[in-house]
């Protein structure tokens, strides 16, 4: 008997195993290290893959993952374009629709076109290769902007902007970029004029109907029952990768359109499932963000990025610089947009990965056809994600700030919940200029608050108009005080996952004298008091004549010289730090 016999095979094997594991490990570590220090993921995951490839050349993807490379980011492409269009509402839509409309049909074909003439004229590319590139530039990439929205805290508007522009122009741009490469194919005498007039046509109706039809009965499929609870991720997630490949097959490229309408269709059917579909497929789709990126870096051809010289840098200004702001003001005239949203929508316009994947595609595909400078396509592009990454993500916020376009300068507390305790602590909070919502679909239950001029939300808060209504992104924790210690659990429950377990308190719980009516520790959210205090025992106190109190701690007066001079009777409820964030005592 032999041991520790292995073959190539198997070693080969092993090794592509611990490439795949240090994709997923880098990828993850940089966002988790991107959060921790308050900065773009993007940035990190930048530098993880130049690290990992072409600094040190412990990837590298095309000959590691040799012909399923291609499709295997084709088809992430698709699920990340499909989470997009599952966070887009038409109801969210309403005050932008002009603005998105101009921004999506006049702003893109712009953009196209000067953007073509800049890699045409400044960057000296034959034109085919020119309008290829300059289609390609028309996207937005969703995978970019909407973890910048996340930690921008922009308001309701320009954030419906930029995240409507990414996710819709994404396959828009595919699009113009396959019509470009078309058109050069039938100037060669490839392809008839007339076939792809009716092959374009064709690859249109088929994504644009085929994504309706296929959202819409497995949408009636789930309403009727037909699939399990379980199974509905799963079911939703192979659908899209079969519609993809299916639309692709009539026209290149046309399946990142079928998909996004695919998404944008479900997410307005009203589905009681979606949300657990939409955290699902929120978090597949920071794994594939994170190692797509990766991937997408570690196969940059250095040798590549240094031929280009001066051209590549006056291209990438003309880009950042001129074309887009040019083509979106031009785009927004008369959109009812104010000058602030004007300028902050043309400047912020980082690209991702669908302009580097599609890039990579036309480029084999020109040089194939004996294009020589098609091999210049793809440096350029990253020269241009890589400079909208870092120049729009590290000013997105700042700019969003001066621009007065953030939906609060300071972290709020969403209570939940109106009773003559939750009135109190609103007055206090502020009184202590700390933003602060009650909502409550009891009119009157707030009808108090209404007259001491405190913000308030008449409605169910778990409903889809109120998450249209209320800005959420303004609050950072949650305190939900109604009497029903069940409906407390839920309101935490809902609202964990995008506020984050720690950031989301209850008063009180059902008490666990009967494991009968016991709930499960998963369920809820954190006690605001310990030991607990339930809804009622909260309002004997105040009506005992228990009142709130804000303390400045100082040198002088120290936290610990806070709580020595408080009596027993005392229940500290959180103190603020100076950078305005909460520490709720546990």
Request: hydrophobic share 55%; with cysteine.
């Amino acid at each position: 008997m032999r041991f520790g016999v292995f073959d190539d095979t198997s070693c080969a094997m092993s090794a592509l195993i611990f490439k795949i594991a240090l994709i997923g490990a880098a990828g993850i570590g940089a966002q988790w290290l991107a959060w921790s220090l308050r900065i773009p993921a993007i940035a990190l995951l930048l530098i993880a893959g130049f690290f990992l490839g072409p600094a040190t050349g412990l990837l590298d993807p095309q000959q590691d993952f040799g012909e399923v490379y291609r499709p295997m980011i084709a088809l992430a492409v698709a699920i990340i374009l499909f989470e997009g269009g599952l966070t887009l509402n038409f109801k969210e839509i309403r005050e932008t629709s002009t603005g998105v409309r101009r921004i999506i049909v006049t702003g893109g074909p712009l953009v196209w076109l000067m953007s073509a003439l800049a890699a045409h004229y400044a960057a000296g590319l034959s034109w085919p290769v020119a309008l290829v590139l300059g289609a390609i530039l028309v996207v937005t990439g969703p995978t970019v902007i909407m973890p910048l929205l996340r930690s921008a805290r922009l308001g309701a508007r320009p954030a419906s902007l930029l995240r409507w522009e990414a996710i819709v122009n994404d396959p828009i741009g595919a699009l113009f970029a396959v019509i470009a490469f078309e058109i050069y194919l039938v100037i060669h005498g490839s392809h008839d004029a007339l076939s792809l007039i009716g092959s374009l046509a064709l690859g249109a109706v088929v994504a644009v109907v085929g994504g309706y039809v296929a959202a819409r009965a497995l949408g009636g499929a789930f309403i009727r029952g037909m699939v399990p609870e379980f199974l509905k991720s799963p079911v939703v997630l192979a659908s899209v990768l079969l519609v993809y490949a299916l639309s692709d097959m009539v026209l290149e490229e046309s399946g990142l359109l079928t998909v996004t309408v695919m998404g944008i269709t479900l997410a307005n059917l009203r589905l009681a499932s979606l949300t657990e579909m939409r955290r699902f497929k929120e978090t597949v789709t920071v794994l594939l963000v994170s190692g797509l990126f990766i991937l997408l870096t570690a196969s940059l051809d250095l040798q590549a990025l240094y031929d280009l010289g001066w051209q590549a840098a006056l291209f990438v200004f003309l880009i950042l610089f001129v074309v887009r702001p040019l083509a979106l003001f031009i785009a927004t005239i008369g959109t009812g947009l104010s000058i602030q949203e004007r300028t902050l929508v043309a400047w912020i316009a980082p690209r991702g990965i669908v302009a580097v994947a599609v890039s990579g595609l036309f480029a084999s595909a020109l040089m194939d056809l004996g294009v020589e400078d098609a091999n210049r396509m793809l440096a350029l592009t990253f020269a241009v994600v890589a400079s909208t990454i870092v120049l729009h993500g590290f000013s997105l916020a700042p700019l969003a700030g001066f621009l007065d376009l953030k939906s609060a300068a300071k972290p709020g507390i969403l209570i939940v919940g109106g009773s003559p305790w939750s009135h109190a602590l609103a007055a206090k909070l502020q009184q202590a200029e700390i933003p602060t919502l009650i909502a409550d679909s009891n009119w009157n239950h707030i009808r108090d608050a209404r007259l001491q001029d405190l913000p308030v939300y008449y409605g169910e808060v778990l409903a889809d108009a109120a998450h249209h209504t209320i800005e959420f992104n303004r609050f950072t924790h949650l305190i939900a005080a109604t009497d029903n210690d069940a409906y407390n659990s839920l309101i935490c429950s809902e609202f964990g996952p995008e506020m984050g377990r720690g950031n989301v308190y209850q008063t009180g719980k059902v008490r666990e004298d009967s494991e009968r009516n016991s709930l499960a520790i998963t369920v809820g959210g954190r006690p605001l008091f310990k030991p607990e205090r339930d809804h009622s025992e909260l309002q004997r106190q105040l009506q005992a004549g228990w009142v709130f109190q804000a303390t400045k701690l100082s040198d002088a007066f120290s936290f610990d010289d806070y709580l020595e001079a408080q009596g027993e009777d005392t229940a500290l409820l959180f103190w603020k730090k100076e950078n305005g964030d909460f520490v709720f005592q546990q």
